[in-house]
């Protein structure tokens, strides 16, 4: 295990984790004849009402003759927020896998190439875990207690992004990415922001005592 004199180097405290978004689109296709004296199985209540809502059905179903289905079309956020002097990193990948995860702490790890980062984050199988050794020379991991979001801070980050765009539509992934540029812009702009995550309750008060040592 990797270790450096306390007194040689500065530490930067990281809660990071990646986000999912995805951008829907409906696709029409032709509905396939049913054997006579079967029926279409109906949709749940509420989907059934917002599908029948739509401009371009009908009561007695699609007005071209056509069914729809939701097609997805996923991309992820990676982020991190420093609880010690501020600051934060994001990058946008189109997968999640544990290599664009080294990627990511790569871009951390040159945020202050002369920090030792300490990076806190859940059990997820795409992170990369402590010892691991695609891990920049300057990165230690710590790993939460399993279904414990409510200990990283960073999660309160994606609560609020997934509010700003949800009931959206997106034509393109990249259209999507410049509102989530836009959107995540105010934390790598004004520091403060990173900070406001995480109040000051016991997580800012052991970063502080453990910055005295």
């Known amino acids: 295990m990797r270790s450096w004199p306390r007194w040689l180097c500065r530490r930067a405290r990281w809660f990071g984790c990646g986000c999912a978004m995805k951008r829907a689109e409906r696709d029409s296709q032709r509905a396939e004849p049913l054997p006579e004296g079967q029926r279409r199985r109906a949709l749940a209540s509420p989907l059934r009402a917002a599908y029948r809502a739509s401009p371009d059905v009908g009561a007695a179903g699609s007005a071209d003759g056509r069914s729809h289905q939701q097609k997805y079309e996923w991309d992820y956020s990676y982020g991190a927020v420093e609880v010690t002097r501020a600051g934060s990193v994001f990058c946008f990948q189109s997968t999640v896998n544990q290599e664009a995860s080294g990627k990511f702490l790569e871009q951390i790890a040159a945020h202050d190439p002369a920090a030792i980062h300490v990076v806190i984050q859940d059990g997820a199988g795409f992170h990369l875990p402590e010892n691991d050794p695609r891990l920049p020379a300057n990165v230690r991991v710590i790993t ?31 259209e999507l990415r410049e509102v989530l540029a836009g959107w995540l812009e105010k934390f790598w702009s004004d520091a403060i922001r990173a900070l406001s995550l995480i109040g000051r309750g016991w997580l800012l008060a052991s970063v502080n005592a453990g910055a005295k040592c």
């Open 144 to 174: 939460l207690p399993a279904y414990s979001p409510e200990l990283n801070p960073v999660e309160k980050l994606w609560d609020h992004l997934k509010d700003a765009i949800c009931n959206r539509v997106f034509a393109t992934v990249e």
